[in-house]
């Protein structure tokens, strides 16, 4: 007779089988088939010093602080350079990778003579090297070019340009500023080639293209002027001029003070060559909308409106449970007493919080028998997926490991052995360092019950509860932090990762429960006051616009659309000026938006007197879209849910949202609790925070699974400072 654990056992061997004979290919393809990466031919090898540099004060709160006057004279001259150091925003970060030739600018100026900074050649000979990657600001011509549906930006040369009649003309300019590449788009007539300060088909109204993605510093980041036109095609074929900078893309930082000091110098390079727009209004996706949402609310005179894309608050409140991602896949995968009841992806939803799929497929499924056998577990094949998984896999490593840095060969190894590479020392002289020099960390999990919100609706057991706490851990502190394992046969596009989910980073249960992380207070307080945090401190008319995109498993998910609102709300007392758009993915409202704001900018300018949200119109409400872009619903109440614990909205029921770990385990819907007050379980018993659970029973495993205490959400954030 054939038993379950007959079949168990075969199905075990045979994955244990395909695990190895996968493994001995990737050793033989590693080892037979190098791989080459064109960066290392410019791989910096020894680091400049920084120059002191202001840095603003940004007490009580960086909005409410002037800033200095402008020290360089623009506009930029053709063939000059732009400002090398930045206005306000500290010292220059070194190294700083220079990719004006990934941007198809070109090498860089030679700016010394000691190996600093990436080499430059003259054919194959070293002439120099660049530190600070600069550029002549040059002009060049393009058209955009319409075929099924896409639009393509096609170079010119000046005497091309001059003759062309068959689709519209553009001039971009290109240079750095700040040590970033900048680019200003302008539509022109043919008659206006040559002329740098031709504008005739400017409809006089002015887009700062943001772009989204995961930084750390230490690059200067890629821009291409097809790829920022192709952006905007519409809109520059509608009139507007469009500008943007590398500076303002968060693949390359997420430090929000040097993004705001380089958009102020982009928008006055445009501003001393062609006058004041009617308006600026800011566009981007994901790090571009939350870039949006703090610069909204840290400054005055560079956006008048805002429409993020897929956006978050800011990057402190997503790191806050995309960080716990891996701690909760580490324990789903190598330290749970009963793997297979997690195998059920919707379990792992209730402690998630993020949706997560069965049946769902991951692209490197692949990497957990491997790891549970180098483990010496026994091997499980995953079928499904989380968004912890598909949409955050990777950026633990990335943002919160110094010892991690780049895949790519950016850097060699000394230099990497002698930078801390993270998303806290990116922003160190914000945050500040400890002892050894690390960036102070915002990121802590001191007391949270990880899975209350499952507990107390009984979908998990008191037993379950307890074990993911103990167990759960934190991430080591940065000093005793080492990098990850991870193999290149087939270069940086498929990693193969040998400690999944970090799990020789995360602490593990001895004589106790797993210790958690404690965060910096201090760094916390900074963080708040130079404006990293978003409080809701924004006045300007504010369209969020995304797809639905829960059932992608996509790591923008909806709700953070709605932590943005819950603290515009809170600061204002109203969140009139703020309008969410939800749309089917195959619907694209960002036409629409930009129509929508271009009345309510103009509504503004033909009414000074009034406020954004006493302008706004009245058509333009919450809303949400089908597939073929008529509305769902739309109305004051359509997105109503758990989130303002209100009866379920149109919306809300159409394009349902889920939460985050932190929610699940009873925080509120604002995401801005960085540091929990704590309370005794007594306590917590006592507030009935347990009901209907029955923990009084439990009362002496609750304490020993949380000794210093639980997590008290009806409270203030430690981490703020007491006058914000």
């Not at 949202?657 to 917590?684: N, Y």
Request: aromatic share 12%.
């Amino acid at each position: 007779m054939i038993t379950a654990e007959v079949v168990m056992g075969k199905k075990t061997g045979f994955i244990f089988l395909i695990t190895l004979i996968l493994g001995a290919i990737l050793v033989a393809v590693f080892r037979y088939y190098p791989h080459h990466d064109e960066a290392s031919t410019r791989q910096i090898n020894a680091i400049a010093q920084p120059n002191a540099n202001m840095l603003l004060n940004f007490t009580p709160h960086v909005s409410d602080v002037p800033r200095p006057s402008e020290s360089f004279v623009f506009p930029i001259a053709l063939g000059e350079t732009g400002p090398v150091t930045n206005l306000y925003s500290g010292p220059n970060q070194y190294p700083f990778f220079c990719m004006t030739q990934e941007s198809e600018l070109g090498q860089p100026l030679v700016d010394n003579q000691q190996g600093l900074g990436i080499p430059i050649y003259n054919s194959e000979q070293v002439i120099g090297y660049s530190k600070d990657c600069s550029l002549p600001s040059q002009l060049y011509y393009f058209t955009l070019v319409e075929q099924d549906g896409h639009f393509s930006a096609v170079r010119l040369n000046e005497e091309t340009a001059r003759s062309h009649h068959s689709s519209p003309l553009f001039r971009v300019e290109q240079g750095t500023i700040n040590r970033f590449i900048y680019t200003l788009v302008m539509p022109i007539s043919r008659q206006e080639v040559g002329n740098r300060q031709g504008q005739s088909q400017w409809n006089k109204k002015l887009i700062y293209q943001f772009n989204g993605g995961s930084g750390i510093g230490y690059r200067q980041g890629r821009q291409k002027a097809t790829r920022v036109m192709t952006r905007q095609a519409q809109q520059l074929l509608d009139g507007y001029a469009v500008i943007s900078s590398s500076g303002n893309k968060t693949s390359y930082t997420y430090n929000m003070l040097l993004a705001e000091d380089t958009a102020r110098r982009v928008k006055r390079q445009f501003v001393s060559l062609y006058g004041e727009p009617l308006y600026t209004v800011g566009i981007g996706g994901s790090g571009g909308g939350l870039a949006q949402y703090l610069i909204g609310q840290n400054s005055q005179g560079i956006l008048d409106g805002l429409i993020p894309l897929y956006s978050y608050p800011d990057m402190i409140t997503q790191t806050t449970y995309a960080l716990d991602c891996d701690l909760l896949n580490n324990y789903f995968t190598f330290r749970a007493d009963n793997p297979k009841a997690w195998r059920d992806w919707e379990r792992r939803r209730l402690i998630e919080g993020l949706n997560a799929i069965n049946e769902f497929p991951q692209k490197a499924g692949f990497l957990q028998p491997l790891n549970q056998l180098m483990a010496g577990f026994a091997p499980s094949f995953p079928d499904g997926n989380s968004e912890c998984i598909n949409g955050y896999f990777g950026l633990s490593a990335f943002i919160n490991n110094p010892r991690q840095g780049f895949l790519r060969p950016f850097f060699s190894d000394e230099v990497i052995a002698q930078t801390r590479w993270s998303y806290w020392q990116d922003l160190k002289h914000i945050f500040g360092t400890d002892e050894q020099g690390f960036g102070k960390s915002t990121w802590d999990n001191v007391g949270v019950q990880y899975g209350l919100n499952a507990l107390r609706e009984g979908h998990i057991s008191f037993d379950e509860f307890i074990h993911i706490n103990h167990h759960i851990g934190g991430w080591k502190p940065q000093s005793e932090m080492r990098q990850e394992e991870i193999a290149l046969p087939l270069g940086t596009r498929i990693p193969i990762w040998l400690t999944l989910w970090g799990n020789h980073n995360i602490t593990k249960a001895s004589d106790g429960p797993a210790s958690r992380h404690q965060g910096s207070i201090p760094a916390m307080e900074q963080a708040y006051r130079s404006g990293q945090v978003f409080i809701g401190k924004v006045d300007l008319p504010i369209i969020d616009a995304r797809h639905y995109l829960e059932n992608e498993l996509d790591m923008h998910h909806m709700s953070a659309s709605f932590y943005s609102r819950v603290r515009i709300a809170q600061h204002k007392g109203h969140s009139d000026n703020h309008v969410i758009w939800v749309a089917h993915k195959d619907h694209n409202p960002t036409t629409a938006a930009f129509a929508a704001m271009d009345d309510w900018l103009l509504a503004m300018k033909q009414n000074p007197q009034l406020s954004a949200a006493a302008a706004k119109p009245v058509s333009l409400q919450d809303t949400c879209f089908n597939e073929d872009g008529s509305i769902y619903a739309s109305g004051s109440g359509v997105f109503d849910g758990q989130w303002n614990n209100k009866p379920q909205g149109q919306c809300q029921s159409r394009f349902p949202m889920f939460s985050t770990s932190r929610i699940q385990a009873g925080g509120g819907w604002g995401g801005d609790l960085f540091k929990c007050a704590l309370v005794s379980v007594e306590t917590a018993i006592e507030k009935g925070w347990y009901l209907p659970f029955n923990a009084r029973a439990h009362l002496d495993t609750l304490k020993a699974t949380f000794p210093e205490g639980v997590c008290d959400y009806t409270g203030r954030d430690l981490g703020r400072p007491s006058d914000l």
